[in-house]
């Protein structure tokens, strides 16, 4: 029996380390999926596949995220928690100057640019379950590019309604299509002042009014 002044040294634990681990993990696994539905698309690109980079069992995957649709939408999501923020932050050119550094930002990250570009095409086919956050992604978009546009336009002779609309859908395939095309061929495509030469021409024609 320990006597009542004695003391009892508690011992040490690790705070927060399984926790950390599983993080860890989870990140690992993500980054693995972006690699390989980059390359393979979501239908071709396996659990198999993506247990395979991280040393992992197919079963392992599931534990993680649950089954390939919930992990493709937290590769989807991981791709864009970064920026999301800002770019609901941006005011008037600040937004558009954003979507410039976003380009010249995605010249250092291939493998996701991939991704973005194999899912967002991929998703126009039946059933697929990134169909919902494609369709909700570009019209709210559109619609932040366009509340931006509105404040540029002059006020006493500003560009019609439709031509602004038409304006935010451009900016939007702008970036979408040469992203595409430096994939392709990096060497003969400069993302960043491409980017920057197409949206400038619309900005001027949007503030030149009508």
């Given at each position: 029996?320990?006597?009542?002044?004695?003391?009892?040294?508690?011992k040490k634990t690790r705070k927060h380390g399984p926790h950390k681990k599983t993080a860890r993990r989870r990140q690992q696994i993500l980054e693995a999926a972006?690699?390989?539905?980059?390359?393979?698309?979501?239908?071709?690109?396996?659990?198999k596949d993506i247990a395979a980079l991280v040393g992992m069992t197919h079963s392992g995957i599931l534990h993680h995220f649950g089954s390939k649709q919930q992990?493709?939408?937290?590769?989807?999501?991981?791709?864009?928690?970064?920026?999301?923020?800002?770019?609901?932050?941006?005011?008037?050119?600040?937004?558009?100057?954003?979507?410039?550094?976003?380009?010249?930002?995605?010249?250092?990250?291939?493998?996701?640019?991939?991704?973005?570009?194999?899912?967002?095409?991929?998703?126009?086919?039946?059933?697929?379950?990134?169909?919902?956050?494609?369709?909700?992604?570009?019209?709210?978009?559109?619609?932040?590019?366009?509340?931006?546009?509105?404040?540029?336009?002059?006020?006493?002779?500003?560009?019609?309604?439709?031509?602004?609309?038409?304006?935010?859908?451009?900016?939007?395939?702008?970036?979408?299509?040469?992203?595409?095309?430096?994939?392709?061929?990096?060497?003969?495509?400069?993302?960043?002042?491409?980017?920057?030469?197409?949206?400038?021409?619309?900005?001027?024609?949007?503030?030149?009014?009508?």
């Amino acid at each position: 029996m320990p006597t009542t002044d004695s003391k009892v040294t508690p011992k040490k634990t690790r705070k927060h380390g399984p926790h950390k681990k599983t993080a860890r993990r989870r990140q690992q696994i993500l980054e693995a999926a972006t690699q390989v539905f980059g390359a393979k698309g979501f239908y071709a690109g396996s659990l198999k596949d993506i247990a395979a980079l991280v040393g992992m069992t197919h079963s392992g995957i599931l534990h993680h995220f649950g089954s390939k649709q919930q992990l493709l939408q937290a590769v989807i999501s991981y791709r864009d928690q970064s920026e999301a923020d800002q770019a609901n932050a941006a005011r008037g050119l600040d937004l558009f100057q954003h979507l410039i550094d976003t380009a010249r930002a995605n010249t250092a990250r291939p493998g996701i640019v991939q991704t973005y570009v194999v899912l967002s095409a991929e998703s126009v086919t039946d059933d697929h379950p990134g169909e919902s956050y494609f369709t909700e992604r570009f019209a709210g978009l559109r619609q932040m590019i366009l509340d931006q546009l509105r404040l540029l336009t002059p006020a006493d002779h500003p560009m019609p309604e439709p031509l602004l609309a038409a304006s935010a859908c451009n900016i939007i395939a702008l970036m979408d299509g040469l992203q595409i095309q430096w994939l392709l061929d990096p060497a003969a495509v400069d993302l960043t002042a491409a980017t920057a030469s197409g949206i400038e021409a619309i900005l001027a024609a949007v503030m030149a009014g009508a």
